[in-house]
């Protein structure tokens, strides 16, 4: 007689995508409903953009990335948040909340310590950003063909796009903080990088 271990996962392809639908679907609703209450209550939401080296706005690093200045502002940042978003999300939703904590609370804090004098930035980008950074490295970082390809198709679809938004040429754009969640969505993805399990021998 001869024992078999072998690992076994509940969730099927379709569990996951169903599950990082509902995910970013609900985050972007979350996004236009706080706008709605901004617009509502004459901007008041606003005060919690991030306005950098005063101490008190540390408290906002978070809260400023679910806030937005406009709906033309969240409807620019729906469509990539949401696409990017359930990407990463297929992986595992534990390993993206925690990819995209990790990405908001880098860029809260860069942005911060960075930005000009006299500024109040807030947005989604951010994460936006570091989502792409994420993504398109994951692959490479744990060696896994098909995450290679989607972020190759991400990167030839949106990396003109994600170049032109670090140029701070850009009026009125917090390039700082793009570059930022940039470079936190690439540190990312070797931080929560997926470890390969190894093969069990049959016995």
């Known amino acids: 007689m001869t024992d078999k271990a072998i690992h076994t996962d509940q969730w099927t392809a379709r569990d996951r995508a169903l599950a990082a639908g509902k995910l970013m679907v609900g985050w972007v609703a979350l996004l236009w409903a706080l706008e709605a209450l901004d617009v509502a209550s004459g901007h008041a939401l606003d005060r919690f ?3 950098p080296r005063d101490p008190a706005e540390l408290a906002d690093v978070v ?3 679910f806030i937005h200045f406009g709906f033309a502002h969240v409807a620019a940042n729906s469509i990539p948040l949401l696409v990017l978003g359930f990407v990463a999300a297929l992986s595992g939703i534990r390993r993206f909340l925690l990819a995209a904590t990790l990405i908001v609370v880098a860029d809260g804090l860069g942005v911060w310590l960075v ?6 930035t807030a947005g989604a980008s951010g994460l936006i950003f570091g989502l792409f950074g994420f993504v398109v490295l994951s692959g490479f970082v744990e060696r896994r ?3 290679i390809v989607v972020g ?3 990167a030839a679809y949106w990396g003109t ?3 032109a938004g670090l140029s ?3 009026e009125g754009v917090s390039w700082q903080g793009h570059l930022i969640g940039l470079a936190a969505g690439v540190a990312t993805a070797f931080v929560v990088a997926r470890r390969r399990r190894p093969r069990l021998p049959a016995a």
């Open 49 to 51: 953009g991030i306005q």
């Open 63 to 65: 809260p400023a990335a």
């Open 115 to 120: 930005a000009p004098d006299h500024t109040n």
């Open 145 to 147: 063909p098909l995450g």
């Open 152 to 154: 190759l198709l991400i």
């Open 161 to 163: 796009t994600f170049l």
């Open 168 to 170: 701070p040429t850009n």
